[in-house]
């Protein structure tokens, strides 16, 4: 389930996937690294704030997965 919604989804944080799919945090953590041993998924360590509060989050996506360039960037020839 986790796969299929970063699948549809494209990057996303431990705790948007949580909510999105209604598992729990701790099962999707356990979930994403056992995907990340597999090779399916991989993810990093993001640190972000809110509101001067740090959130420890894991940024997960699909292996192999490369973003579009965002609008108005330049190519490169």
Known sequence: ??????KNSGERLDSEIAAAT???LAKVRLGVAALSARGD???CRSIRYK?????DAMLCRI?????PAAPGRWALV
Request: avoid cysteine; charge should be negative; aromatic fraction near 10%.
């Open 1 to 6: 389930e986790i796969l299929d919604y970063l």
């Open 22 to 24: 209604g598992i729990p």
């Open 51 to 55: 509101d001067g509060k740090e959130i």
């Open 41 to 43: 998924v991989m993810m």
């Open 63 to 67: 292996s192999g997965y490369i973003p």
